[in-house]
């Protein structure tokens, strides 16, 4: 069955592809020709979920998903939370959202605190082809390192060990941070909603 990705993120088409694994065509906004930013304007991962499987539907008319997702820190009080990515941005005034100074700026904000607990959450939205919404969730405890960690992956994994694990998400291989990431859970979370429809 064809299902379309509401994101123009390649590296996160490759990584849903990967989990989802074959029983699933995944097509982006890309393959569909669609190039139109798509609002983000929620204050919740499941408001942007929705909001932008809701926009693909509403054009296209077939099923189709979309995620969001953000770092909850409990010292920061659940913050950066659905602002994870335009952070920095936000609080710096920076014209561009900068995934290196989202790091930077959580490295200096944890400093001395007494709690480094953390998680990602990733909300997934589920359109179908006759307009049923549903929203399924993963989330991944963990722990906000003191520095830096690693090379792989992107955004806060070079600062997030996962609870139970002595390196970052950055240090892991795709299929290690797969296993048990935020993504990776929400995603396996679709797939049995899906079946569960009878959708694949
Ligand atoms: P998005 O909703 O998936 O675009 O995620 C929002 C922001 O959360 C991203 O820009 C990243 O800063 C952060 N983020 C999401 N997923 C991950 C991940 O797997 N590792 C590290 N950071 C992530």
Redesign the pocket.
């Known amino acids: 069955m064809q299902l379309i990705f509401a994101t123009n ?1 390649q590296h ?1 088409l490759q990584e849903l592809r990967q989990i989802a694994g074959g029983g699933l065509d995944i097509v982006g906004l890309a393959d569909i020709g669609c190039s139109q930013e798509i609002p983000e304007t929620g204050t919740t991962l499941r408001d942007n979920a929705l909001q932008k499987a809701r926009f693909v539907h509403d054009r296209y008319g077939c099923a189709c998903f979309a ?5 909850e820190v409990d010292a920061l009080g659940g913050a950066p939370g659905v602002y ?2 335009r952070w920095a941005a936000m609080e710096l005034g920076l014209d561009h ?1 900068d ?1 290196e100074r ?1 790091v930077s700026l959580m490295l200096e904000r944890m400093e001395g605190a007494a709690s480094r607990t953390a998680r ?1 959450r990733t909300a997934i939205a589920l359109i179908t082809a006759d307009g049923a919404e549903h929203v399924v969730e993963g989330v991944v405890e963990g722990e906000i390192a003191t520095e830096r960690h690693g090379e792989g ?5 070079p600062i ?1 060990v996962p609870s139970g694990w002595s390196k970052t ?1 950055a240090e892991a291989s795709a299929e290690e941070k797969n296993a048990v ?3 990776g859970r929400a995603t396996r979370a679709l797939a049995d909603l899906m079946r569960g429809l009878g959708l694949i």
């Open positions: 993120n996160k995620d969001d997702t953000g770092l994870s990515a959202p995934s989202n990602f992956g992107f955004g806060y994994d997030f998400f990431s935020h993504r």
